[in-house]
């Protein structure tokens, strides 16, 4: 998969620089950008860091209004707080509205998003007024509610981003106090609909992963705590389990993703392949101490059946579509350490075992980042090269504060280390050989 | 195409109008049809990033002892809780009883029971009603901390349904 992409419109902006230096004609940049599904011609007069920049004024305006709100005047009657804020959310709306209609659309849609910060600012005047100190999970949801409309009716990707937001914010809220908020499904389909038919929008394509994954973390919280309904909601160890089974899901996703003629699928498969790969070199790096493999030695694993149930679905999910893009094997080698893991520190109580797996961690995490060193250079993907670089080492900084064992017991392991680190230089260095034969 | 969003849009303009219109009319519902009670109140003075300034108020009837529940099914986080109140000799309103099941007849408050150490606590759970934060500007904040540093009174609105708001608060004289 190549990250390029996520670089097409610099690239395509580059190109024009090429075109006005005479170096290239505009026919051959236009070619380029091809190459990457760009238009050449748009992508120069992108105006995204406008549509940004704007957006980001109009948050401060709320903040400035919400912090206006902050200093609480008793002095100007109730009435007249709330009716001018009311008024000013429904004024901005309606000047929105016919924006929206007889002007620009996107000027409309961006007066949409600060009538719904000033709508969001009504509700946190009623909250104060009305002293409603400990509901504000309400007071969120309802702003959240209020602007999932103009998302949905426009299928502007920054609206939705907005209600999203709100959403996860509610729903944060909601399990910090015990709370399940079952209607966050609802705020999940909307997001869907509007990536789906909307413009493109990686944030928001990163957004609805975030939400979908936490939304079936928690559900599974929630069906847990209903077998022992004294417990709060809360992660469990099999939560852990579920979310590398997602993750691996994610990752064969986005290969799968690639396959899909449309180029904005490529973008986000280029996006969350890169996004997959980052959390998996943080999760070896902090399995990479002895620490978290004890604690999932001790815990309780009082839901064995139900996680494994999930997993299992999960995992046939990933085999499925590991089919069509020829990670058959790779995806299932990565599914079988992560099961053996699984088995090993949900059965066995026996703490020995975690220096063990504390080992094959740190000998993952070198093969990780010879394995990005090797496709950052035969693939010229420079954000992998220094990715495995970094991986190697932090790896060896971490082992050399951390040592595995005694003195002895480190120096074996950082030998071989360099001996996997040399193996595989010299390997790179036949093949390239190889490469350069006639 | 063009008249059906825009209808769409004034629609939903029109809902966020009817929201904060629901929220008002919920929030002063006590106000209008509520019996006002006077309870003892210990204030905390925190500040809400957003909303400014507040007093946090504690009450005798925030903790509920898990033996006054005992009788009823098993309890969850999160669950509604009826707490009565019965009137003193001073005037001054106090916990009676509590119950999941709504009171058909009494002053009575509708909370909830919440915290992750809910469970912790061997003897109480912690009950919250809505009427914990009153918010004031930061000179009166600072006033009303002094002022109550011994504690205060609070009045409460207490609709039919058990619905409370905080109305005001004041030292205890």
């Given at each position: 998969?190549?990250?390029?992409?996520?670089?097409?419109?610099?690239?395509?902006?580059?190109?024009?620089?090429?075109?006005?230096?005479?170096?290239?004609?505009?026919?051959?940049?236009?070619?380029?950008?091809?190459?990457?599904?760009?238009?050449?011609?748009r992508a120069r007069q992108r105006s995204m860091g406008y549509n940004v920049l704007v957006g980001l004024a109009y948050l401060f305006i709320a903040l400035a209004l919400i912090t206006l709100i902050g200093a609480n005047w008793e002095e100007i009657p109730r009435a007249l707080r709330m009716g001018g804020l009311i008024a000013l959310t429904l004024a901005?709306?309606?000047?929105a509205l016919r924006i929206y209609f007889t002007g620009d659309?996107?000027?409309?849609?961006?007066?949409?998003?600060?009538?719904?910060?000033?709508?969001?600012?009504?509700?946190?005047?009623?909250a104060q007024i009305y002293h409603l100190g400990e509901y504000m999970p309400d007071g969120v949801f309802w702003w959240a509610l209020g602007c999932l409309p103009f998302a949905l009716i426009t299928r502007s990707p920054?609206?939705?981003?907005?209600?999203?937001?709100?959403?996860?914010?509610?729903?944060?809220?909601?399990?910090?106090?015990?709370?399940?908020?079952?209607?966050?499904?609802?705020?999940?389909?909307?997001?869907?609909y509007v990536l789906l038919r909307g413009r493109a929008s990686t944030v928001l394509m990163l957004l609805l992963l975030v939400s979908i994954g936490f939304?079936?973390?928690?559900?599974?919280?929630?069906?847990?705590?209903?077998?022992?309904?004294?417990?709060?909601?809360?992660?469990?160890?099999?939560?852990?389990?579920?979310?590398?089974?997602?993750?691996?899901?994610?990752?064969?996703?986005?290969?799968?993703?690639?396959?899909?003629?449309?180029?904005?699928?490529?973008?986000?498969?280029?996006?969350?392949?890169?996004?997959?790969?980052?959390?998996?070199?943080?999760?070896?790096?902090?399995?990479?101490?002895?620490?978290?493999?004890?604690?999932?030695?001790?815990?309780?694993?009082?839901?064995?059946?139900?996680?494994?149930?999930?997993?299992?679905?999960?995992?046939?999910?990933?085999?499925?579509?590991?089919?069509?893009?020829?990670?058959?094997?790779?995806?299932?080698?990565?599914?079988?350490?992560?099961?053996?893991?699984?088995?090993?520190?949900s059965t066995s109580d026996n703490q020995d075992l975690a220096v063990y797996l504390q080992v094959a961690t740190n000998f993952a995490l070198i093969s990780c980042g010879i394995w990005l060193i090797y496709r950052g250079i035969h693939d010229g993907i420079s954000h992998y090269f220094f990715l495995g670089v970094m991986s190697i080492l932090i790896t060896?900084?971490?082992?050399?504060?951390?040592?595995?064992?005694?003195?002895?017991?480190?120096?074996?392991?950082?030998?071989?280390?360099?001996?996997?680190?040399?193996?595989?230089?010299?390997?790179?260095?036949?093949?390239?050989?190889r490469e350069e034969m006639p | 195409m063009k008249k059906g969003l825009t209808y769409a849009l004034g629609v939903a303009?029109?809902?966020?109008?009817?929201?904060?219109?629901?929220?008002?009319?919920?929030?002063?519902?006590?106000?209008?049809t509520g019996e006002s009670i006077r309870v003892k109140a210990i204030p905390v003075d925190p500040r809400s990033l957003f909303r400014g300034n507040y007093a946090r108020?504690?009450?005798?009837?925030?903790?509920?002892?898990?033996?006054?529940?005992?009788?009823?099914?098993?309890?969850?986080?999160?669950?509604?809780?009826?707490?009565?109140?019965?009137?003193?000799?001073?005037?001054?309103?106090?916990?009676?009883?509590?119950?999941?099941?709504?009171?058909?007849?009494?002053?009575?408050?509708?909370?909830?029971?919440?915290?992750?150490?809910a469970w912790r606590a061997k003897h109480f759970y912690r009950v919250k009603y809505s009427i914990e934060a009153y918010f004031v500007p930061k000179v009166k904040a600072l006033q009303l901390e002094r002022e109550l540093r011994d504690g205060g009174i609070a009045e409460l609105m207490v609709a039919p349904s058990g619905q409370v708001t905080l109305k005001n608060v004041v030292g205890d004289d």
């Open positions: 998969m190549r990250l390029i992409r996520l670089l097409k419109h610099d690239l395509a902006r580059e190109a024009g620089d090429w075109v006005d230096d005479g170096v290239i004609s505009e026919a051959q940049a236009e070619l380029i950008c091809a190459r990457y599904e760009v238009d050449y011609h901005t709306q309606c000047v659309p996107r000027r409309g849609e961006g007066l949409f998003l600060l009538g719904n910060f000033f709508f969001g600012a009504s509700i946190i005047l009623i920054w609206l939705a981003i907005q209600a999203q937001v709100l959403a996860l914010l509610w729903f944060f809220l909601q399990v910090s106090m015990g709370y399940y908020p079952a209607l966050f499904p609802l705020f999940i389909a909307a997001s869907l939304w079936i973390e928690y559900t599974l919280s929630e069906f847990w705590r209903s077998q022992q309904p004294w417990v709060g909601l809360k992660f469990y160890p099999e939560n852990l389990a579920v979310a590398v089974a997602l993750f691996i899901l994610l990752y064969v996703f986005s290969h799968w993703l690639a396959l899909r003629g449309a180029s904005v699928a490529k973008d986000y498969a280029a996006v969350i392949s890169v996004w997959c790969l980052r959390f998996a070199l943080v999760s070896l790096l902090v399995f990479s101490f002895a620490f978290p493999w004890e604690a999932l030695i001790e815990a309780q694993w009082e839901h064995r059946l139900s996680m494994w149930l999930v997993v299992a679905a999960m995992a046939a999910v990933t085999l499925v579509l590991a089919l069509p893009t020829r990670r058959l094997l790779s995806s299932g080698l990565l599914l079988m350490f992560f099961v053996g893991a699984l088995i090993t520190v060896a900084l971490l082992r050399y504060i951390d040592l595995i064992g005694d003195y002895l017991g480190a120096a074996l392991i950082f030998i071989l280390f360099a001996g996997l680190l040399l193996g595989a230089a010299k390997y790179w260095k036949h093949h390239q050989g | 303009i029109a809902a966020q109008f009817l929201i904060l219109v629901g929220m008002y009319v919920k929030a002063q519902m006590p106000l209008w108020l504690n009450y005798d009837f925030s903790r509920v002892a898990k033996s006054a529940l005992a009788g009823d099914r098993q309890v969850r986080e999160g669950e509604v809780v009826y707490v009565s109140l019965k009137k003193d000799p001073s005037g001054l309103y106090e916990f009676s009883a509590a119950s999941l099941e709504k009171p058909t007849e009494g002053v009575f408050l509708k909370g909830r029971i919440v915290g992750g150490n």
